[in-house]
C-alpha cells in the first residue's frame, strides 16, 4: 500500500514554456502533499505544502507565482512550473501523507531539463 | 526553519564492516526522526524511523538511535553489503510537520 505516482517520470521543454507535473495518490487518500525540489548531489529542499482544497503554502523563498500548485482532490496535486528557464532545470518530487506529521510517502521524481 | 546536520558527507566502508551516520538538529518540538536511503535517479525510500518517545529501534542490520537532551540521532548498518551504497539522509518533522532534511551522506561499500 501507500503508493505514489508522478507523471510525467521526465520531461524537456524549452525555455519560456510551462510544464506540469502530476502527483497521485493511488491507493489512499492524502490529507497534505508536499513538493521539493532537488539539484544534483544535494538534499531535498521542501518547495511547498498543499493541503486538499486550500491554497498551498510555500517556503521562502520559492515563487508562489513561478510554482503554481493545485490540489483539487485527496488523491491528485500537480505543479506547474511557468516560463520555465534553464535555472529550474531540476530532480521535482512529490510525496503525500495521509495525516500530518506521520510518514511521507515520497513518488519516483521528474526530471526537469529547460534548454 | 530549523537545519539538520549531518555527518560524515561522504563515508566508504569495506563491505562486512559497520557505517555510522550522525546528525543533530536544534528544534525540541521535533518528534518522527526517519532515515532514508536513495539511489541515483530514485526516490527517497524510508529504510527506518524513530519517534521521540523510543531511544533505540532495530530492523534486521540497520538500526537508530536517538538522544532528545542531546537532540542527536544516528544511523547504524552492520555487516555492510554493496547494495547498501547509496546516498543517506536523515530527516526530522518540525512544528509544523514538515520534514526537514539532512544534507546526506553518500556512503561506498567496497567489496
Known amino acids: 500500500g501507500a503508493v505514489v505516482s508522478q507523471h510525467p517520470s521526465w520531461v524537456i521543454c524549452k525555455s519560456g514554456t510551462s510544464v506540469k507535473i502530476e502527483c497521485r495518490s493511488l491507493?489512499?487518500?492524502?490529507?497534505?502533499m508536499f513538493w521539493y525540489r532537488q539539484f544534483p548531489k544535494q538534499s531535498l529542499m521542501l518547495m511547498a505544502t498543499?493541503?486538499?482544497?486550500?491554497?498551498?503554502?510555500?517556503e521562502q523563498g520559492v515563487e508562489k507565482d513561478k510554482f503554481l500548485i493545485n490540489h483539487a482532490s485527496l488523491t491528485l496535486s500537480t505543479l506547474t512550473v511557468t516560463s520555465a528557464h534553464p535555472e529550474d532545470s531540476s530532480f521535482y518530487i512529490c510525496s503525500a501523507s495521509g495525516l500530518a506529521g506521520r510518514e511521507q510517502y515520497f513518488g519516483p521524481g521528474t526530471r526537469l531539463t529547460v534548454t | 526553519g530549523e537545519n539538520v546536520e549531518q555527518h560524515p558527507s561522504t563515508l566508504s566502508v569495506q563491505e562486512g564492516d559497520s557505517a555510522v551516520i550522525k546528525c543533530t538538529y536544534s528544534d525540541s518540538a521535533s518528534n518522527y526522526f526517519p532515515w532514508y536511503k536513495q539511489e541515483l535517479g530514485k526516490r527517497p525510500q524510508l529504510i527506518i524511523d524513530?519517534?521521540?518517545?523510543?531511544g533505540e529501534k532495530k530492523d534486521q542490520r540497520i538500526a537508530v538511535t536517538l538522544n532528545k537532551t542531546a537532540k542527536h540521532f544516528s544511523l547504524h548498518i552492520t555487516e555492510t553489503q554493496p547494495e547498501d551504497s547509496a546516498v543517506y539522509f536523515c530527516?526530522?518533522?518540525?512544528?509544523?510537520?514538515?520534514?526537514?532534511f539532512g544534507a546526506g551522506t553518500q556512503v561506498v561499500v567496497t567489496p
Open positions: 524513530i519517534r521521540s518517545n523510543v
Open positions: 498543499s493541503n486538499e482544497g486550500s491554497k498551498a503554502t510555500y
Open positions: 491507493d489512499f487518500q492524502a490529507t497534505t
Open positions: 530527516a526530522r518533522t518540525d512544528s509544523w510537520g514538515k520534514l526537514q
